[in-house]
Each structure stands twice: as structure tokens, then as C-alpha cells.
């Protein structure tokens, strides 16, 4: 008697499910995606208690004939590849053939079909993945799937569903999904008898994403310019700089189509946000990627949730890149809708106002040196303190490349005679900037704002010149990995511009005399393995200065003004020109905003004059 046996197919198709089929709402998504494949322009879906009871998928889509109809059934049969060489290519969002029988095995199942060509259709009704009946029947064109009582046959897996509300909240975030990713397909789902939603078909995204977020959200987004690089295109919605969330449910990412999770995708988000995302925050986003279905395997999750990139770090690249551009274009569009408000077109209502008229300005220079690089000093370390001593480091022995300290790097900012395009009204509660701009009222952080300033500024020294070193008195000897040593090696000129002064000691060992006044740690062996860990992370093409930065945000924390700093008209009038020549002047280096808007409309709802 042999101990191995070959499974019945049923006990294999049951499997397969498990794999597949986790809960109602993969048998949602399976059945759309069979839908979307199929060429649909409409899909309904109705569910009834949660979808555990009944799932119904109706689509316009080309139908099946009898005999592909039954062979749709079988596993391992799809229309949808022919040859192993065609799964390096796949074009379509399924290509197992595994989705349909896994389902007919765990439920009860009916699928009525019809080509638009003929003028009978087929019926099969299915029971826990033995066929009951075939017949002919007179549907509509397109395909009908209804799968009740899921689970009927593996009470252990039925004993896993969750609330119903929950698998209803998890089928709804699969039709949106599907819906985002598809707006030429009309969606209709409707839950034990009432609507959930309607979308329209639309050749807009936009559009789409309004229908079924709602304006509010659709507000806080930018367009992407598509954008073509290496093969690769980027496009759809993000979210402004400082509108984010806590989690990653609105981070929508889609790579020819297919609704999936990413890191590499994740990381160029984040790099490419950079200092507009607040740490711990995620950026909302509804993320088009269109590449070659060669240079993306989508065969790598049994429910075809993840994907892996044959170059990832051209993937962050692009992402990275698409995002940058996306925020930096967004920042013409915010200093237009700062305009001075015109003297005629509001019956002005007489606040006193201090003249914005930039008469003060010569004084204000001194402001801007007060807390600037001048005050810039490392803190002490929260430990014992590394002994230093500043002081500018002649050429390091071997590793290429000076860092000359040079005098602080000026911003370019706005001539005095250019007006402002706002008018100050005050300030509140010795923190908030009150100014009137074209549109209403502008409130600006002033503690938020200094920070930006001075990140900006640093960063724009660091990058022009490198940043200052400190010489330690004793250098530091720290082991690294040979990987890590040949990586400091390559990037010595960048580790530089950081501040840091290092050179080999050995084959595994570096000796380091100096060290960035941002630096502060107990451990350097730690630190410097940190350090090489988190650039590493990164993409060298975009800036090998993150690290600093990070550590340079942390601090200007603690430079820039504070909530109750009382400022001279003039300083404020210095501070919000400043601001107004940043680059991303709206959120300061946390990602937090350092300025708000009311608008009249919003003013007007909230008095009652206007509904
Ligand atoms: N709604 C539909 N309209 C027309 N044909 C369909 C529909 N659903 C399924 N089919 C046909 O049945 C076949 C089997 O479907 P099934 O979902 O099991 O496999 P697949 O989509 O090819 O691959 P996967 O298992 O990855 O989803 C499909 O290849 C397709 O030809
Ligand atoms: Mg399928």
C-alpha cells in the first residue's frame, strides 16, 4: 500500500482556495478582475449578509460559449496564457486559472453566460466543486457568477469570517480599488438591497476619484504630469504637501493596472515627499505606474496582491521623481492664491493693520542673523560628551575631496521693494501670524515657519559647501563590515559634504577625526552603522544629504523662534518674506504646515450667510 497518494481534485481545488479565496471579498476581487479582463463597460455587484450569504457579479462583458464555459471551471484552464514564456509578459489581471474552480469548490455556485454573438446562453450550477447541472439559458450578453453560501463546506474557514460589517468594509475597499484603477468601467454594488455605490464610466480619473471620495479629499490632491522615464510611466493623484494620514488605506498603487502593495514604490513616495511628509504619516495617494510587462513579475503572491520589479531602483527613481515635481509645481500654485487682497473688491472692514510696508527692513538683517548659522552650535551630546574642537580640516589622506568651511550660504529672497502679497493683521496668542490674503484669512505658525527657514538654509550650505567639521581630539577607530567599508569608500565625497572625516585604518577599520556638529551620539560604532544602513536605503541619485537633513530638521527645532518669542513688526515682516522664497514654504521640515488658510467660503458657511 503506497503512503502517497495523488488528492481527488476537489480536495485540490479545495486547497487551492485556501489560498485564493481567503474571505468574501477575494472572491469580489477575483470575480471583477474575471469581469475587467473580459472587456466589460458595466459591472454590477450585490452582496447579502456581508457577502457570506450571496455574492452576485454581473458584467457586459464578451461571455463564454458552453465549452469554455465548463472548461472555465476546471484548474489550471485560462484563456489568458498559453506558453510558460507568456507568464514573463502577462497583460491581464488573471493568468492562473485557478480563480473560478477554487471558488465552485468552497460554495455554491451559478455562473449564466452568453457571447454577444449568440442567442442562447449557459447556465451551470456548481455545489461545492461538483457540476449539478448544465443548460441552456436566456441571459443578457456578458456573464452572471452568484456564489451563496460561502464556505458551506469548511465550517472552520466559515468560523473565521469576521463581523459583517467588516467584510463588507473589506469588499467595498476592493470595488474601490477596481473602480480607481478602471474609470472607462461602470460600477455598480449594492448590499442586501440598497446601494452602496454608483460610478458612472468616465475617461476621466479625476472624476472618478471625486465620485467615490468625495469632493473634500479630491481637494487636498495634485495631479501627476505623467511623466516617461526608463521605460517606466508615472501618473494619477497625490496628496498636497502636509495632507497626509496615519496609516496606508488611502495609499492607492497600481502598476499596469493591477491594484498592489509595494516598498520600493513606498520608499520613492517618502523620498520624493521628503520634507512635506510628517514622520509617521502617509501620503495619500491614487499611483499609476505603466511599464513593460516584461520588467514587472506579478506571479510572486497567491493572491496577486504584491509584485516585484525586475529594476526597483529605477521604480523609486521615477516615483521619487514624479513626486518631487508634482510638490515643486504645487508651490507656484500656492504663492498665487497668497495675493494681497484688493483694496476694492471687499467693503473693507476697518481692523487696524500694521503697515506691511517694508520701511523697517534694514533692521531686519540682524534678525535674520540673530538665530540663524551663526547661532547654529551642536548640542551636547545625551551622554558623555565627545570632546571636539571646531575647526576646519586640511585635506583627509586618502579619501578624495576638502569640506572648506565657508561663510554662511544666503538665501535668494525676495528684494525689499517687492510688496508683499498679503497684508498683516496681527498676532495671536504670541504664535499665529494673522494676515488677510485675496482670498480670506491666513494664519502662519511663526515657530513652523523660522524652522523651514532655517532647514532651508542649512541644507542649501550643506549642499553648496558641506557643513562645517568639528575635529575630535581623539579620533574615533570604528569596525565595520567589509561591505559597509567599501561603501564608506565610494561614497567618502558625500560622507564629506555630511561633515564627516574619516579614512582607513586597516581593512575593516575606519579612523575618525571629525565629525558633523549635528552628530551627537554615545556610541559612534552604532551610529556610524546606522548612518551607512539608512543612505544606503536610499537612492544615490537623489540626495546623499538625507541623513543630515533629517538630523538638521530635528535641530533647527530647537534654534527656531518659539511659541512665545515676541516679534518686532519688522522680524515678522523679515520671517514671512523668508518664507515666501522657500522652496516648500507651506509645511516646515516635519511636514507639519506652517500656514493655514479660511477662506471667505468657508468664513461665510460658518456665520450662517451661506449653505
Ligand atoms: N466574467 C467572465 N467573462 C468572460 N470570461 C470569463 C469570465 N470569468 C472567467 N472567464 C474565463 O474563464 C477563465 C478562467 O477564469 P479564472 O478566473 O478561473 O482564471 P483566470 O482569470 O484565467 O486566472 P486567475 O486564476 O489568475 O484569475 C478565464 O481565463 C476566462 O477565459
Ligand atoms: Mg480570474
Sequence with gaps: MPRIALLPDEVASQVAAGEVVERPASVVKELVENSIDAGAGRIEVAIARGGASMIRVVDDGIGMDRDDALLSLERHATSKIRTGHDLAKIHTLGFRGE???????????????????????TEIIVNGGKIESVRAAGDAPGTQIEVRSLFYNLPARRKFLRSENTEVSHIQHQLLLQAIGHPKIGFISIRDQTLLFQAPPTIMLADRIRDLRGPELFEQLLEIEPISTDGITVSGFIGKAGASRATRAEQILFVNGRPVENITVQHGLREGYH??????????????????????????????????????????????????????????????SFQRPSETARPAVQVPVIDATPVLIPTAEQFALRRDWAEFQPDSPGGAPLPVQVQALGKPKEFAGASPISAPATMPSIEPSVPLDFKLLGILGQLYILMESADGLVLVDQHAAHERILFERLRAQMESAGVPTQRL?????????????????????????????????????????????????????VAIRQLVDELRSMTLTTSRLRMGEDVIAKTVCRHAIKANDELHPAEVEKLLRDLMACELPYCCPHGRPTMIQIGYAELEKKFGRKV
Design 99 to 121: 480563480a473560478l474552480p477554487s471558488i465552485a469548490s468552497v460554495a455554491r455556485f451559478r455562473m449564466s453566460t452568453r457571447p454577444h454573438a449568440e442567442l442562447e446562453g
Design 473 to 525: 581630539l581623539i579620533p574615533l577607530t570604528v569596525s565595520v563590515t567589509p561591505k559597509d567599508y567599501d561603501w564608506i569608500a565610494t561614497n567618502a565625497q558625500a560622507l564629506e559634504k555630511m561633515g564627516f572625516a574619516m579614512e582607513p585604518f586597516g581593512s575593516s577599520t575606519l579612523k575618525i577625526d571629525g565629525i558633523p556638529p549635528y552628530f551627537t551620539t554615545d556610541d559612534p560604532n
Design 275 to 336: 520634507t512635506a511628509l510628517m514622520k509617521g504619516q502617509y501620503p495619500v495617494t491614487f499611483l499609476f505606474l505603466q511599464m513593460d510587462p516584461e520588467s514587472v513579475d506579478v506571479n510572486v503572491h497567491p493572491a496577486k496582491r504584491e509584485v516585484r520589479f525586475r529594476e526597483p531602483d529605477t521604480v523609486r527613481n521615477c516615483v521619487s521623481e514624479a513626486v518631487r515635481k508634482t510638490i515643486e509645481a504645487d508651490r507656484q500654485r500656492w504663492t498665487q
